[in-house]
């Protein structure tokens, strides 16, 4: 009685198991700040009316969504006469412009910035590369050759700030300040490594 008590118990253990016990049992929610999976087109304009009765503009209330996912909301004060005859548009200046490319060199390393892209050329290959907070900083460490480089180029672009190089021992390490928080990836292409900001 034992014996077949212990093998029903073995059989409804093994007839209810999972393949892979490992894998949750709730699948999460896909993450609120995907990059690639929630990226929109840049705002442009939006034009709204308001009803006939109105006649002072108060202020306005803006809900957006940080890189984390979270969301906030910042009002404005206004408090102005308005016409409700004519429309209200909320716009971005600048929104859409043509990317230039701007080209800067620390020797032996050549850089160029186009839009959101900082391009690294350099046959060097990267050891590391992190994120440092305040201001936000890019760090990626290459190969080092003989010379010696202490350098810093201010370029005040959108997204990027500045380019320092360093020496130490094993490495040159290349520091990209930012004009505010990113996430970012480093590809290689071709014969330039690619910085991409989002």
Known sequence: ?????????????????RENPFEPLLTP???SHDSSKNSKNYFENFDFKLPTTARILKSITVTYENI??????????IDESIDWHYPLRLSQKSAIVSETTSYY?????????????LYIHTAAKIQRNF?????YRIVIDVDRKDPSINKNIEINKKYFTKISIGTHNAFYRIVITLDGQYRY???????YYVL???
């Open 131 to 135: 994120l440092l907070p305040n201001p």
């Open 105 to 117: 060199t620390i020797s032996p390393f050549e850089f160029f910035i186009k839009g959101n892209k």
């Open 196 to 198: 991409s900001v989002q």
């Open 1 to 17: 009685m034992k014996k077949i008590f212990i093998f029903l118990c073995l059989f409804l253990y093994i007839s209810v198991g």
């Open 68 to 77: 984390d996912g979270s969301i906030n909301q910042k009002t404005l004060d």
């Open 185 to 191: 990836e480093v590809n290689r292409e071709n014969q």
């Open 29 to 31: 929610k896909e993450s």
